[in-house]
């Protein structure tokens, strides 16, 4: 069964940590991978798209990178700000018709 | 220029009413697609359409049909609504790659 789990569920920080999001996935032959951010009360913005042939994607203050034979990809935040908090999905695509979402961390970054 | 567009944004409504919510993507996708996230905030698919055609139905009860009148457009209908169907509906578009989602329609049966 296709499943995509994340870790932690929540995260509290302090104001310029750099900090790891955690996104593990059953079957590696995924499609491709995407990172969105959820704040409360919206919709999903999409932070970054992993294709299954590539190794890592980087937008700003955020890099995530993805290993299909161990079903990881890691989302990382550098120099957090409290803008940053907010909720962080996982997607996996194990075909061009459906994603499969994580169950999310919930970020809390203090001022 | 909002690339996904869903309308309403908030429904509520009694049980066993009908209601639609509707969606539109400017980005010229072949796919379309409709998600539920529960109280729990956890999002699963309902539906994914391709050039109006139907692809993937994750089980979802028959009260729901979604109808895609062209490529752009992924309407979802929801008959006899029960207090479970409560939960935010979001639309997506994709084409092969990056998926897009709409702003969410939080509906609130009462």
């Known amino acids: 069964k296709q499943e995509v789990t994340q870790i932690p569920a929540a995260l509290s920080v302090p104001e310029g940590e750099n900090l790891v999001l955690n996104c593990s996935f059953t079957d590696s032959a995924i499609y491709n991978l995407q990172w969105f951010r959820q704040d409360p009360g919206k919709g999903l913005t999409s932070l970054l798209l992993?294709?299954?042939?590539?190794r890592e994607q980087t937008s700003g203050r955020l890099n995530a990178s993805l290993d299909k034979s161990s079903g990881r990809s890691t989302l990382y935040i550098a120099a957090s700000q409290p803008g940053d908090s907010a909720t962080y999905l996982c997607a996996v695509a194990w075909g061009t018709y459906k994603y499969i979402f994580g169950t999310g961390t919930r970020l809390k970054v203090l001022a | 220029d909002t690339a996904v567009s869903q309308t309403p944004k908030y429904l509520v409504t009694q049980m066993g009413n009908d209601k639609s919510i509707k969606c539109e993507q400017n980005l010229g996708h072949d796919t379309m697609y409709w998600y539920k996230q529960d109280s729990k905030k956890f999002l699963k698919i309902m539906f994914s359409y391709n050039n109006k055609e139907l692809i993937i139905n994750e089980t979802v009860p028959n009260r729901f049909s979604p109808k895609s009148p062209d490529k752009a457009h992924l309407n979802l209908h929801i008959n006899s609504l029960e207090l479970g169907d409560s939960a935010v509906y979001f639309c997506a578009s994709s084409q092969d790659t990056e998926a897009f989602f709409g702003q969410g329609t939080r509906l609130t049966v009462v």
């Open positions: 992993i294709q299954s042939s590539q």
